[in-house]
């Protein structure tokens, strides 16, 4: 009985270290860039984007579809270290379960 009760403590000490890092995500943020930098995309731990900056050099009229790729190559590379940010701090508390959708 008194195993469950250990196990049990650190359940709720686990439990408790999630949300503290779950937290603390809502807060980074990551950067991603394409074009050489003309276009930066900033997203939030939580996959928010946050801000797009586009240099104005990127921005031609006879070439829109340039833009639209730089766009979206940067927002999905944001994405992408959003992922990788959240398994860094987060796949600690799951390595090990296999539990589909937990994370």
Excluded: Y
Excluded at 1 to 22: F, P, R, V, Y
Excluded at 75 to 87: M, P, Q, R
């Amino acid at each position: 009985m008194k195993n469950m009760g250990n196990m049990m403590k650190q359940m709720q000490k686990m439990q408790k270290d999630m949300a503290k890092a779950q937290e603390q995500l809502k807060e980074e943020t990551v950067e991603a860039s394409a074009g050489g930098g003309m276009v930066k995309v900033i997203a939030s731990g939580e996959k928010k984007i946050l801000d797009i900056q586009i240099n104005e050099e990127a921005v031609d009229p006879d070439d829109v579809e340039m833009l639209e790729d730089l766009v979206l190559a940067a927002t999905n590379e944001a994405l992408t270290k959003v992922d990788e940010l959240v398994e860094e701090r987060m796949g600690k508390f799951t390595k090990g379960m296999n539990i589909p959708g937990l994370m």
